[in-house]
């Protein structure tokens, strides 16, 4: 299992943003795994936000989160990020990231193999 782990969280009023991080720490990850965000609000299930492939190409899956959340990488750094703007208090909760061993991006959960331990995102006045 890769080591990984996110990083960027934090408190925030609506209409403020995030970056988040996430390093996947194996040497030129990115060019083998695809990795995605993950949101779980309080009390709800982990959804995909988005991924990204090995070869760079991205995926959105959650219409909520269309226009206002983009993922994008630094394959060098081994890192992809999640740019979050104008958040929102359903935006609240744990963000995670994941890895496949795979070149090809899938919205399932179970298809990610190695997970983060989660960054807290916390929206409110």
């Known amino acids: 299992q890769l080591r990984i782990a996110e990083s960027g969280g934090g408190v925030v009023q609506p209409g403020q943003s995030l970056r988040l991080s996430c390093v996947v720490d194996f040497e030129r990850a990115l060019d083998r795994y695809s990795v995605g965000w993950f949101h779980q609000a309080p009390g709800k299930e982990r959804r995909i936000i988005s991924c990204i492939s090995s070869t760079g190409m991205t995926a959105q899956y959650l219409d909520s989160e269309q226009g206002r959340f983009i993922i994008s990488r630094d394959a060098s750094a081994n890192t992809v990020y999640l740019q979050m703007t104008n958040l929102q208090p359903d935006d609240a909760g744990v963000y995670s990231c994941?890895?496949?061993?795979?070149?090809?991006?899938?919205?399932?959960?179970?298809?990610?193999?190695?997970w983060g331990q989660g960054t807290q995102v916390a929206v409110s006045s």
């Open positions: 994941a890895a496949r061993d795979s070149s090809y991006c899938r919205s399932d959960p179970t298809n990610f193999d190695s």
